[in-house]
């Protein structure tokens, strides 16, 4: 059974920064992975995705804030957050795509005005 382990969420003011980290029990190296979150009373939606070769790809409302990376090596994938809004406000999820679509448990991130 892959596990994700999401860090690194919490309270921040706004224009302010933070890195969430997504750690898997697995390698990743082949893998697409992407970072989704969902606020309250609002459907799950994607953020980012980096395919296996680091491709990024972004959603527009995050582009130019937000940055997705990965380290294969640590099994790791990354999203740095800048310029947070209150509208960033969510709980954040990692995603793993393989034969089977795996979830981690999800890390809050709270954007203050």
């Known amino acids: 059974q892959v596990q994700l382990v999401e860090s690194g969420g919490g309270l921040v003011q706004a224009g302010g920064s933070l890195r969430l980290s997504c750690a898997a029990s697995?390698?990743?190296?082949?893998?697409?992975m992407g970072w989704y979150r969902q606020a309250p009373g609002k459907q799950r939606e994607l953020v980012a995705t980096?395919?296996?070769?680091?491709?990024?790809d972004y959603a527009e409302s995050v582009k130019g804030r937000f940055t997705i990376s990965r380290d294969n090596a640590k099994n790791t994938v990354y999203l740095q957050m800048s310029s947070l809004q209150p509208e960033d406000t969510a709980v954040y999820y990692c995603r793993l795509w393989a034969r089977t679509t795996y979830w981690g448990q999800g890390t809050q991130v709270t954007v203050s005005s």
């Open positions: 980096v395919a296996s070769g680091g491709a990024p």
């Open positions: 697995t390698s990743i190296f082949s893998n697409a």
